[in-house]
């Protein structure tokens, strides 16, 4: 797995990095909404099957050509139970892989399970930020920092028909700290970006930016 220091710019600074927290991360992949419907399909999914098998034994016997096809529809017809364990089982494994950094650049997430993700977002192209803490975010005393992103990003592909797509820095116990860090970054990164070229003096006192406190 790459380091996410090796992928920053030689002028980039390294402002925060992190990773989330393993036991609500682990918690949140348990009980999340997909185990209301994990339960609720395969309760029903297995008591048709035993309703079929006993009708079909007290009939004289199961066929064997029945019992594959009754094998093989409820594998597949249980595809909703087998994603959900899939991502439970599943859960250590890629949170081990995830890290999140903050530059004076921009964002970095990394992440995967048998293939590895690595995006960086610059400032510029983040428009709102915001802090989001659910039920076992509040128990540990933790929180996410998500960002709307201008443009699609490969984490937020599958929601294609959306004009922003959200990043997040997940399950981290400073998240009051890193809100407030990239806000200060974002707000004199973009100040510095927009000032005209022609007319930007070497600390831009116009926006009164510290951006080149980061220099």
């Excluded at 419907?37 to 999914?45: E, F, K, Q, S, V």
């Excluded at 599958?158 to 820095?169: A, D, L, R």
Aim: with cysteine; hydrophobic share 45%.
């Amino acid at each position: 797995m790459i380091d996410l220091r090796d992928l920053i710019k030689t002028n980039e600074n390294v402002m925060w990095e992190g990773r989330p927290h393993k036991a609500v991360t682990i918690l949140e992949a348990i009980f999340n909404p997909m185990l209301v419907i994990a339960l609720i399909w395969g309760g029903i999914d297995f008591t048709v099957i035993g309703v079929a098998t006993s009708s079909m034994s007290d009939a004289g016997g199961v066929p064997g050509d029945m019992v594959k096809f009754l094998l093989l529809f409820f594998l597949v017809h249980l595809m909703p139970v087998w994603i959900y364990l899939g991502g439970v089982l599943t859960v250590f494994l890629r949170w081990r892989n995830v890290r999140f950094m903050v530059t004076t650049q921009g964002l970095y997430i990394s992440g995967g399970l048998l293939s590895f993700n690595y995006e960086m977002k610059p400032w510029t192209d983040i428009g709102h930020i915001n802090i989001h803490q659910g039920v076992f975010d509040r128990m540990f005393g933790v929180g996410d920092v998500v960002f709307i992103c201008a443009h699609n990003s490969y984490q937020t592909s599958h929601s294609h028909g959306s004009e922003h797509q959200n990043m997040k820095i997940y399950n981290i116990s400073d998240f009051q700290q890193v809100f407030k860090l990239v806000n200060n970054l974002q707000t004199d990164v973009y100040s510095d970006t927009m000032y005209p070229n022609a007319m930007r003096p070497d600390n831009n006192p116009g926006y009164n930016t510290q951006y080149n406190r980061f220099q």
